[in-house]
């Protein structure tokens, strides 16, 4: 699957914008020959993470207890950008009131969790632990 | 305590905590069955590396594939469901150890199951680790006194040696087991058995045994049951290794009891067949060699330079009607260094331990057992191998010189010496006199069914009269002339008193 949407991918890059709709008929009769239209959810988003990934585009997920402000967005932005040197950045902003404070940023399957509630997890751990 | 302490205390535990925020890799289930799941995500995670679910559940990464990877659970996997996170912990699964684990039953991530409440180590290992390297060996030279005759005799085994036992059920594997670990007291060894997919009221019946025979002080069992996740009883081995590990790193000489590695290899079979390895011959999967190759050559010798100490291993084995050339007996056979054979047959003829002594070989251990030992085994082998064949060419005719008759009732003798009760470890410098006894013919005229008596009675009284000779093999591990010439004169007067 990841070598098609590669494949996909290269295709449709370089071509031009004139190009564009004939290179895409193209890339739907492909899928249909090879009888894979039934699995387009799954190459597009792989698809999807490849342009990412070429483009350098990052897609990130803040979840938080309450709506953040938007100068905190704005400098949480400019940190992520320096920290995984990515051209631009998506952020999805998330409410999850469980949280209770803090902020969860996650980046693909890297996680940093700046939640009270997993603060609060911590302790739980270490007061167990050392008891 | 009053409340103002647990106060003042806790607040000094919440000051010393600190709190690392740090990136985690965190991957979401996708599926979960029969013990095993299935991750999404977990990009950067190596094999082997353990991850934590969000219950708290531990597993260990095994399957790396190109977009999931396939985790084995340990302990309860029903509590875990779809979508649940799990995080990438970036070490090796580590058990704790320490010399508090002496006495202790533990579970294969050492947690303690004895309901003695909770375990005070402070430090960990990894259960799988590179075994010691061919510099940091040392030649195998220092007996382990099984306290059983036959194997003491005929199959020395030596520190750091690794001696399988195999054979039917019900042949008495792990009373020869048992029987080995009650005869370490005072012998400066501490005893692992690991337990691997036993009954538990099999293990109670062990562990009051041990306990009663003062044996628990020196023991640990690592225990994975029966009922418990086939993930368990996969780790179990490498957890009582990695135990052993610590006893050995503090310069002790350990024994570790592998019970049995068949149920291990079909634990490991399971897992390998549900996360969709290639199975091989029997459905085994093609690395169950180096399962156990790994696994048993942990066993060692060190030398004093890295710190001595050792592990021997005694891993147990479970044939099906005798089959050794199977698949699991055949690998282990040729891992280990040599194997004691029970038989069904010797088993119900009243031999016990049914060890077959024509098939049993000790490879190394020779080098280890003490040169009285020598001395009087050495013959002993081979009375009982021309027992065996003439026994065989005795039963079709009945004129039979002197000199056949002769070696028949002397491998008669030696035969019913060999007998010993289960849990009745002998000792041995006794040993030396009763087989000292046999093969220089002085029970040549005991009546076959007094062998049992003279033999208990010869090492009461040659005890406290042959007090040189004892001596001398206690200290020595040789006799002298003298202390012979005082304990033939001892047996001679024995003799005459003995009717």
């Given at each position: 699957m990841d070598n098609i949407a590669l494949a996909i991918y290269l295709a449709l890059k370089d071509a031009s914008k004139q190009e564009q709709p004939g290179a895409l008929r193209k890339v739907v009769e492909f899928l249909y020959k090879k009888r894979l239209i039934s699995r387009k959810d799954e190459i597009l988003e792989r698809l999807k993470k490849i342009i990412n990934y070429h483009e350098k585009k990052l897609e990130v997920k803040v979840s938080s207890a309450a709506p953040l402000e938007d100068s905190v967005n704005k400098e949480l932005a400019e940190n992520l950008t320096r920290r995984y040197g990515?051209?631009?950045?998506?952020?999805?902003?998330?409410?999850?009131?469980?949280?209770?404070?803090?902020?969860?940023?996650?980046?693909?399957?890297?996680?940093?969790?700046?939640?009270?509630?997993?603060?609060?997890?911590?302790?739980?751990?270490?007061?167990?632990?050392?008891? | 305590m009053s409340t103002n302490n647990i106060v003042e205390n806790l607040k000094r535990e919440i000051e010393n905590f600190s709190l690392e925020v740090k990136a985690e890799k965190v991957g979401k289930v996708l599926e979960v069955f029969d013990g095993i799941a299935k991750v999404h995500g977990l990009s950067d995670i190596k094999s082997s590396e353990m991850v934590t679910f969000a219950g708290g559940e531990r597993g260990v990464?095994?399957?790396?594939?190109?977009?999931?990877?396939?985790?084995?659970?340990?302990?309860?996997?029903?509590?875990?469901?779809?979508?649940?996170?799990?995080?990438?912990?970036?070490?090796?699964?580590?058990?704790?150890?320490?010399?508090?684990?002496?006495?202790?039953?533990?579970?294969?991530?050492?947690?303690?199951?004895?309901?003695r409440g909770a375990l005070k180590a402070d430090k960990t290992y990894p259960i799988e680790k590179v075994a010691p390297g061919v510099v940091t060996r040392q030649g195998v030279d220092q007996p382990v006194a099984t306290g059983i005759?036959?194997?003491?005799?005929?199959?020395?085994?030596?520190?750091?040696?690794?001696?399988?036992?195999?054979?039917?059920?019900?042949?008495?594997?792990?009373?020869?087991?048992?029987?080995?670990?009650?005869?370490?007291?005072?012998?400066?060894?501490?005893?692992?058995?690991?337990?691997?997919?036993?009954?538990?009221?099999?293990?109670?019946?062990?562990?009051?045994?041990?306990?009663?025979?003062?044996?628990?002080?020196?023991t640990v069992i690592v225990s994975a049951g029966a009922s418990e996740a086939a993930a368990l009883?996969?780790?179990?081995?490498?957890?009582?290794?990695?135990?052993a590990e610590y006893f050995m790193d503090q310069g002790k000489d350990v024994l570790i009891i592998y019970d049995d590695l068949s149920k291990h290899a079909v634990a490991y079979r399971e897992i390998s067949l549900l996360l969709r390895r290639p199975p091989g011959r029997e459905a085994y999967p093609g690395d169950v060699f180096y399962l156990h190759s790994r696994l048993l050559e942990r066993a060692c010798r060190r030398n004093e330079k890295y710190g001595g100490g050792s592990i021997t291993a005694f891993p147990i084995i479970e044939t099906q009607a005798g089959d050794i050339s199977a698949y699991i007996p055949t690998n282990v056979i040729s891992i280990t260094d040599g194997q004691i054979f029970l038989e069904t047959d010797l088993f119900y003829k009243g031999i016990r331990p049914a060890v077959n002594v024509g098939s049993s070989v000790s490879r190394?251990?020779?080098?280890?057992?003490?040169?009285?030992?020598?001395?009087?085994?050495?013959?002993?082998?081979?009375?009982?191998?021309?027992?065996?064949?003439?026994?065989?060419f005795s039963q079709f005719g009945s004129d039979l010189d002197e000199g056949t008759k002769r070696q028949l009732e002397?491998?008669?003798?030696?035969?019913?010496?060999?007998?010993?009760?289960?849990?009745?470890?002998?000792?041995?410098?006794?040993?030396?006199?009763?087989?000292?006894?046999?093969?220089?013919?002085?029970?040549?005229?005991?009546?076959?069914?007094?062998?049992?008596?003279?033999?208990?009675?010869?090492?009461?009284y040659s005890e406290r009269?042959?007090?040189?000779?004892?001596?001398?093999?206690?200290?020595?591990?040789?006799?002298?002339?003298?202390?012979?010439?005082?304990?033939?004169?001892?047996?001679?007067?024995?003799?005459?008193?003995?009717?």
């Open positions: 990515a051209k631009s950045i998506d952020l999805i902003e998330n409410i999850d009131p469980t949280l209770l404070g803090g902020f969860k940023i996650e980046v693909g399957d890297e996680v940093i969790d700046l939640s009270i509630k997993n603060k609060v997890n911590k302790l739980q751990e270490y007061l167990i632990k050392s008891a | 990464a095994l399957n790396l594939e190109e977009d999931a990877v396939g985790v084995i659970v340990l302990g309860d996997f029903s509590k875990i469901k779809e979508g649940d996170e799990v995080k990438a912990t970036g070490r090796i699964l580590e058990i704790p150890v320490g010399d508090s684990l002496l006495g202790r039953v533990v579970n294969p991530v050492g947690l303690p199951i004895d309901g005759k036959v194997i003491d005799a005929i199959i020395p085994v030596g520190r750091g040696q690794r001696e399988l036992i195999i054979g039917d059920r019900q042949t008495g594997k792990t009373a020869l087991a048992i029987d080995a670990i009650l005869n370490q007291k005072g012998q400066n060894m501490i005893c692992v058995y690991v337990s691997i997919g036993q009954k538990d009221s099999k293990l109670r019946k062990i562990e009051t045994r041990l306990e009663e025979g003062g044996a628990m002080a020196y009883s996969y780790i179990a081995p490498y957890a009582g290794v990695a135990i190394v251990g020779s080098s280890a057992q003490i040169k009285a030992m020598k001395k009087v085994a050495g013959t002993l082998k081979l009375d009982l191998a021309q027992f065996r064949e003439l026994e065989a002397r491998g008669k003798r030696a035969v019913e010496v060999l007998k010993q009760l289960q849990y009745a470890p002998v000792k041995t410098e006794h040993q030396v006199v009763t087989l000292y006894a046999l093969t220089k013919g002085y029970m040549d005229d005991v009546p076959l069914e007094k062998i049992k008596e003279f033999e208990q009675k010869l090492t009461d009269n042959a007090k040189v000779f004892y001596k001398e093999v206690v200290d020595k591990k040789m006799w002298s002339d003298k202390g012979e010439e005082e304990l033939k004169k001892v047996i001679e007067d024995f003799k005459k008193s003995f009717k």
